[in-house]
T-cell receptor, first 116, second 116 residues
Framework: GDSVTQMEGPVTLSEEAFLTINCTYTATGYPSLFWYVQYPGEGLQLLLKATKADDKGSNKGFEATYRKETTSFHLEKGSVQVSDSAVYFCALSGSGLSGGYNKLIFGAGTRLAVHP | GAGVSQSPSNKVTEKGKDVELRCDPISGHTALYWYRQSLGQGLEFLIYFQGNSAPDKSGLPSDRFSAERTGGSVSTLTIQRTQQEDSAVYLC??????????????FGPGTRLTVL
């Protein structure tokens, strides 16, 4: 079945360091791909998404490109801040052929800690 | 506007007792999802409701779990004869189903269930 694998954490970085969190997926059809973020004490929030191959999702300085050839959707940020400390989840949903139904399948999550 | 709300925020119960968790989706959202976030299993899909269609219960871990959605709005997740392994954060999400193949899911803050 469909699955998502993301790098294990925790990832600990100094402020202004470059961030990469790897994510690869296995899926039939053409899934949509997402990164969700969970800040301490808060609920899950959509960070960015890409719905087809070669799309680049971006938000708050974070980027991820949908790579069909490598089945990857790695999250990157050029310069992290302390406020980026959170748990990041990579996720996929179905191709949407059924029209609007998009059960999310999540990776295990990667905890990021940024220190000053 | 108001987001997805869930109640209670925390629930502590004794093994063998039944619990009910409530989700109030965003007004106008026709799709509603339940997920579970636990240390051992990560984020797992439980059940999905879309309009008047039969719910997709494929993620429910056992027949002790059930959910209903009344009037196409509020949903209740019921766990009967709770076990310690049911301890987790139960997340609800809702989305508006439109013409797009992807419909963003908005998550509630979750209910933290602890089974003693």
């Amino acid at each position: 079945g469909d699955s998502v694998t993301q790098m294990e954490g925790p990832v600990t970085l100094s402020e202004e360091a470059f961030l990469t969190i790897n994510c690869t997926y296995t899926a039939t059809g053409y899934p949509s791909l997402f990164w969700y973020v969970q800040y301490p004490g808060e609920g899950l929030q959509l960070l960015l998404k890409a719905t087809k191959a070669d799309d680049k999702g971006s938000n708050k300085g974070f980027e991820a490109t949908y790579r069909k050839e490598t089945t990857s959707f790695h999250l990157e940020k050029g310069s992290v801040q302390v406020s980026d400390s959170a748990v990041y989840f990579c996720a996929l949903s179905g191709s949407g052929l059924s029209g609007g139904y998009n059960k999310l399948i999540f990776g295990a999550g990667t905890r990021l800690a940024v220190h000053p | 506007g108001a987001g997805v709300s869930q109640s209670p925020s925390n629930k502590v119960t004794e093994k063998g007792k039944d619990v009910e968790l409530r989700c109030d989706p965003i007004s106008g959202h026709t799709a509603l999802y339940w997920y579970r976030q636990s240390l051992g299993q990560g984020l797992e899909f439980l059940i999905y409701f879309q309009g008047n269609s039969a719910p997709d219960k494929s993620g429910l871990p056992s027949d002790r779990f059930s959910a209903e959605r009344t009037g196409g709005s509020v949903s209740t997740l019921t766990i009967q004869r709770t076990q310690q392994e049911d301890s987790a954060v139960y997340l609800c999400a809702s989305s508006f189903v439109g013409a797009s193949s992807y419909n963003e899911q908005f998550f509630g803050p979750g209910t933290r269930l602890t089974v003693l």
